[in-house]
């Protein structure tokens, strides 16, 4: 095997005036011919910086390499004019990235976005090109090409997108791709399918790629090699099967030991209790939210909750699951009165939300309270932590004045939280902090019920396992009622006694964790699970030969087509 | 904050804190009476006695461009309070409401904006007689309108975050939510716009007053100045020329201030 792009200690700085700090700190990397290099690392590790600096492209005028040099082919390409990266960049490396809908024009039809790149690099006149661009689409996993190839990027669902991010990227037959998160934004099934389809690509096509992600199931199912970088320098790297088996990097080992796919010994599994009193009551729950129909037209409305029933007891824990669009946040939303119900019942400890929406909304506002998704956003950030806390306690009242201090410093405890965070804002903290933070809100309301929604889906894997322990701590200390919402199975499992799945709007099984991952009834659950990318490379991805999942999911998709 | 690390805002406050302090000791810089006429030193050049020259009625161009700074500094500042002030309640209560409260409000705003906003500004000084008060009056009738609007889209934006949400599970009272989350948060944007409208607010003022309808003559004001000094331009440059370099420093500085509170405040983030 040769080396088809060599980086060779590399360095990069970013210098302002006198501040120089350094991002990518003398990496070495090679990356064969035909393989699948896996670049893992958390956010800030500069794994995205140092396919930038690859590609000429750093951000900022700050940011330069400084030290070190990037070979393709044996010719050196970094500190090239800008006018011979345009021939490389594109022609012979291609991109694609995590958010395609960003990436995509809006206005132009995903078939001329592909021939764009063919007439420009391949010189291709205009019905060649097109004829080209529905052949590239036909290739990564298009239904119909020659209709999708005159659809806009809107029309698609985000796998849909990112397939045709990829066939741009093919469309001048680059040797290498760069794929930086391409499956973070998208549910399971879909990334079973994408990591499956550049899987392919690379058998077809003799294409060498470098797969960047946070999540090492990914790696293990698709890279041939891996690397892990941490602080701007890589801190291991191997084949695939020794790394994951006897990672030498004590960073390497705690990313490793904090994959969620890892069956756990203390798996949360006992029976469930009976529900003698349950704490949440939902029967025949809908929702719908009005779409379009204008002043004079029939109004429409689509349905995000239909016939949803669910009971929780005092003390469970409860995983909802299931992929975007599910209704699994509109259902969380609902439950605390937060969105309006079409039809159906929501009771609270006995109280009927619908029926005495005041009162029911009192008592929901002192015993219930949300943990959010995106840590920052979720918290005002003109508001210190302390700030914050206090003003929950002074509005709930349940605390006497003079014990609040007291009592921020007992709540921040309780998160982990060093106490003089009191005084930071959400700015100058890590988005696990502010997890923190936000976890302390709402224990502020010293609460029976906690719905968290996605709290951990915008977060490192190891920032994810330690927030997982901080919930089961809670659990399990002030027999909290948790409601946990997730798109992430496997931390479900890790967390939930409980595990209700949500398809359509609906709830499609509903049962004790153990039981529903062990043997699951319904069959997009079964989906569901399989397409866990497990950190064993020898369990592969569910699917693997097209079967139930892809052709269930590709109908999903084609839904939206 | 680090002003010392940030060349621009340091220039931009000294120049409104310089404005501020001419203004201020107005009576103890000024070398002559800024109203006082002297037949016998008519359209004089500047020169070591009259730093700045003289007009056609001989009085101190300097000492006018001092005097000028208290009414322009005031032109800037209270032409700016109130519309900002109102705007924000105004466009506070249409984000957050929705509904019918912002239709009307937003129906009101679309009205006001429907006419050229000189000729709005003209006919209500006109009603109310030419003079300053006409001009602050007119101002705030007029100018809340693209505060409201600012505040507004921005609480529209805001009130679906989560922050937002949070607060509402969390028990809190719609005007906590309102004036201690969203409004601190809406803020940056028209805080900036501020500095950047000071400027234009100027500009109008001295406008207002070149066609007689502000500040009335002998009073010295750099817009009147300019206006006066223009039928010399050719021959006795220095009437028009010093309040206009006034005018321009000062609405530099507002805006090198905005800018860097932009930068600040993360409005561009």
């Known amino acids: 095997m040769t080396a088809v792009l060599r980086i060779e200690d590399l360095e990069v700085r970013f210098r302002d005036g006198d501040e120089s700090r350094l991002l990518i700190d003398r990496v070495s990397l090679e990356l064969q011919?035909?393989?699948?290099?896996?670049?893992?690392?958390?956010?800030?590790?500069?794994?995205?910086?140092?396919?930038?600096?690859?590609?000429?492209?750093?951000?900022?005028?700050?940011?330069?390499?400084?030290?070190?040099?990037?070979?393709?082919?044996?010719?050196?390409?970094?500190?090239?004019?800008?006018?011979?990266?345009?021939?490389?960049?594109?022609?012979?490396?291609?991109?694609?990235?995590?958010?395609?809908?960003?990436?995509?024009?809006?206005?132009?039809?995903?078939?001329?976005?592909?021939?764009?790149?063919?007439?420009?690099?391949?010189?291709?006149?205009?019905?060649?090109?097109?004829?080209?661009?529905?052949?590239?689409?036909?290739?990564?996993?298009?239904?119909?090409?020659?209709?999708?190839?005159?659809?806009?990027?809107?029309?698609?669902?985000?796998?849909?997108?990112?397939?045709?991010?990829?066939?741009?990227?093919?469309?001048?037959?680059?040797?290498?791709?760069?794929?930086?998160?391409?499956?973070?934004?998208?549910?399971?099934?879909?990334?079973?399918?994408?990591?499956?389809?550049?899987?392919?690509?690379?058998?077809?096509?003799?294409?060498?790629?470098?797969?960047?992600?946070?999540?090492?199931?990914?790696?293990?199912?698709?890279?041939?090699?891996?690397?892990?970088?941490?602080?701007?320098?890589?801190?291991?790297?191997?084949?695939?099967?020794?790394?994951?088996?006897?990672?030498?990097?004590?960073?390497?080992?705690?990313?490793?030991?904090?994959?969620?796919?890892?069956?756990?010994e203390d798996a949360v599994g006992e029976p469930l209790r009976p529900h003698e009193a349950p704490l949440v009551e939902i029967d025949d729950l809908e929702v719908s939210f009005p779409a379009g129909g204008g002043l004079f037209g029939r109004k429409r409305s689509t349905k995000a909750l239909a016939g949803v029933s669910l009971r929780v007891g005092r003390g469970e824990t409860v995983g909802i699951v299931g992929e975007s669009g599910s209704g699994k946040s509109t259902l969380a939303r609902a439950l605390l009165g937060l969105q309006p119900v079409t039809a159906g019942h929501i009771a609270f400890d006995g109280a009927v939300l619908t029926l005495e929406r005041a009162r029911t909304l009192a008592r929901l506002r002192r015993e219930a309270a949300m943990v959010f998704q995106d840590p920052f956003n979720a918290l005002n950030s003109r508001m210190t932590i302390g700030e914050t806390l206090a003003e929950v306690l002074r509005v709930q009242g349940k605390v006497p004045a003079e014990r609040i201090p007291t009592r921020i410093g007992e709540l921040l405890d309780m998160v982990g939280l060093e106490r003089d965070f009191a005084a930071r804002r959400p700015r100058s903290m890590s988005g696990g902090q502010c997890q923190r933070a936000g976890i302390a809100r709402a224990l502020a309301v010293d609460p029976t019920l906690i719905v968290a929604d996605e709290c951990v889906a915008a977060l490192d894997v190891t920032i994810q396992a330690q927030i997982v322990a901080l919930f089961r701590r809670l659990v399990q200390d002030h027999g909290l009622t948790l409601i946990f919402i997730a798109h992430d199975l496997a931390i479900v499992r890790r967390l939930c006694e409980r595990v209700v799945v949500m398809q359509h709007g609906r709830i499609v099984e509903d049962g004790a964790s153990a039981e529903i991952f062990a043997r699951p009834a319904h069959p997009y659950t079964a989906a569901l699970i399989a397409a866990i990318p497990s950190i064993d490379p020898d369990r592969p991805l569910g699917g693997g030969e097209a079967g139930a999942i892809s052709e269930t999911g590709l109908q999903q998709e084609g839904l939206t087509t | 904050m680090q002003i010392g690390r940030r060349p621009m805002l340091g220039f931009g406050l000294a120049l409104l804190a310089g404005a501020l302090l001419v203004a201020l000791a107005a009576p103890l810089i000024a070398p002559f009476d800024p109203i006082f006429q002297d037949g016998t030193m008519r359209l004089q050049p500047p020169s070591l006695a009259h730093l700045f020259g003289t007009d056609n009625f001989g009085r101190d161009v300097l000492s006018r461009v001092i005097w000028g700074a208290r009414i322009d500094l005031q032109i800037a500042v209270l032409g700016v309070v109130f519309p900002f002030l109102i705007g924000t309640a105004i466009g506070t209560l249409a984000g957050f409401f929705g509904g019918w409260v912002d239709a009307v409000l937003m129906r009101i705003i679309d009205v006001i904006l429907a006419f050229p906003f000189l000729v709005l500004m003209l006919s209500i000084i006109a009603i109310l007689g030419p003079g300053l008060k006409s001009f602050f009056i007119a101002m705030a009738l007029v100018g809340w309108v693209s505060y409201a609007r600012l505040i507004r889209a921005q609480i529209l934006v805001l009130k679906t975050q989560d922050f937002a949400v949070a607060a509402e599970s969390l028990g809190f009272s719609r005007m906590r939510i309102m004036f201690r989350h969203l409004l601190p948060n809406a803020l940056a944007g028209s805080l900036v716009f501020v500095m950047s409208d000071a400027v234009l607010v100027l500009l109008g003022g001295a406008a207002i007053s070149y066609i007689g309808l502000g500040v009335q003559p002998p009073v010295a004001e750099w817009g009147v100045m300019v206006a006066e000094g223009q039928a010399f331009v050719t021959t006795a440059w220095w009437i028009t020329v010093f309040p206009g370099l006034a005018i321009v420093l000062l609405a530099f500085g507002f805006s090198l201030v905005g800018d860097a509170l932009g930068d600040l405040l993360g409005v561009r983030e």
């Open chain 1, 33 to 264: 011919r035909g393989e699948i290099l896996g670049l893992v690392g958390e956010s800030g590790s500069g794994k995205s910086l140092l396919c930038r600096a690859v590609m000429g492209l750093l951000p900022s005028r700050k940011l330069a390499i400084t030290r070190g040099r990037v070979e393709l082919d044996g010719e050196t390409i970094s500190g090239l004019p800008e006018a011979a990266m345009l021939g490389i960049r594109g022609r012979r490396i291609g991109m694609i990235f995590q958010n395609p809908t960003s990436h995509l024009d809006p206005v132009m039809r995903i078939g001329d976005q592909i021939a764009e790149g063919l007439r420009r690099h391949r010189g291709l006149g205009r019905a060649a090109a097109q004829a080209e661009a529905v052949d590239l689409l036909r290739q990564v996993g298009f239904t119909d090409p020659p209709r999708q190839a005159r659809m806009y990027a809107h029309e698609f669902s985000g796998g849909m997108r990112q397939r045709a991010m990829i066939a741009i990227a093919l469309a001048c037959d680059p040797e290498i791709l760069i794929a930086d998160e391409p499956t973070t934004a998208l549910d399971v099934t879909i990334q079973a399918q994408i990591l499956r389809l550049l899987a392919d690509l690379r058998r077809t096509r003799g294409l060498s790629i470098i797969l960047i992600t946070h999540d090492l199931g990914v790696v293990a199912q698709v890279c041939d090699r891996i690397a892990v970088m941490r602080n701007g320098s890589v801190v291991e790297q191997g084949e695939k099967r020794a790394l994951l088996a006897h990672p030498q990097h004590p960073y390497a080992q705690a990313l490793i030991a904090s994959h969620p796919s890892l069956p756990q």
